[in-house]
């Protein structure tokens, strides 16, 4: 349906545009690494049904092959900046201080409660669904204490934000049509969307009104 | 659910 589309595009452009500001710039300012390596995790538990080769469809592999490679690449180009621009790099280092092991213990409880079958498979696929709604408070974190973006970053953060918020009308498209309700995708994609909404609300404000984002 | 389970999203 058109809101899947619209979501995994959102999600593709979002990738492509924090590359492109990686790559153009040099500079890693006001990238957070930590929801960057956050999202290297996502990927590589949620996708691993690659290796059990039952395929839905090759726009779905291709996707997620897409979505490991690019997030471990914009690590790789991340840690490459630290001989590059290593002014840029310990000034990001400096303003990631968001502590992780907040996130990551209590996704790892969650998956524990909350999975669809007590097996590694899904186990993985359920710490990582709680793990993506959460992935992006050390950037919003970080956004937060300096209080100030470029435009290209909060770009990226809206276009990464509105995937998530997109597949909300597209799950409520699948229960009218197919009778399908996730519950634990619904509600991680709720509280995703929640995280969100404060960003969503100043970069409506501001960016889109050309004004550059600033906190107030 | 029979959809349980069945991660046809990404």
């Known amino acids: 349906n058109i809101f899947r589309i619209l979501a995994d595009l959102s999600h593709l452009a979002s990738i492509v545009i924090l590359l492109e500001t990686i790559r153009k710039a040099r500079q890693i300012d006001g990238i957070s690494l930590k929801t ?6 996502v990927f590589c538990t949620r996708y691993l049904d690659l290796l059990t080769f039952r395929w839905t469809s090759l726009y779905n592999t291709l996707m997620k092959f897409f979505f490991i490679g690019t997030s471990v690449y914009v690590v790789k180009l991340m840690q490459d900046c630290k001989l590059t621009n ?13 502590q992780i092991k907040y996130l990551l213990g209590p996704c790892a409880l969650l998956a524990l409660v909350f999975n ?3 097996t590694v498979l899904e186990l993985c696929w359920s710490f990582s669904i709680w793990l993506e709604s959460v992935a992006i408070l050390p950037q919003l974190f970080m956004l937060s204490r300096s209080g100030k973006a470029s435009t290209l970053t909060t770009h990226y953060i809206f276009a990464l934000g509105l995937y998530r918020a997109l597949y909300i009308p597209n799950w409520i498209w699948r229960y009218y049509s197919e009778n399908r309700l996730e519950k634990l995708s619904i509600f991680t994609g709720l509280l995703q969307t929640a995280l969100y909404s404060d960003f969503f609300y100043i970069y409506y404000r501001k960016v889109m009104k050309g004004r550059g984002f600033e906190l107030p | ?9 990404l």
Do not use: A, C, W
């Open chain 1, 116 to 118: 669809y079958k007590f």
């Open chain 1, 86 to 98: 290593p002014v840029s790099y310990k000034d990001m280092m400096f303003r990631d201080t968001f």
């Open chain 2, 1 to 9: 659910n029979e959809n349980k389970g069945t991660h046809d999203e």
């Open chain 1, 36 to 41: 960057q390596i956050l999202y290297v995790l």
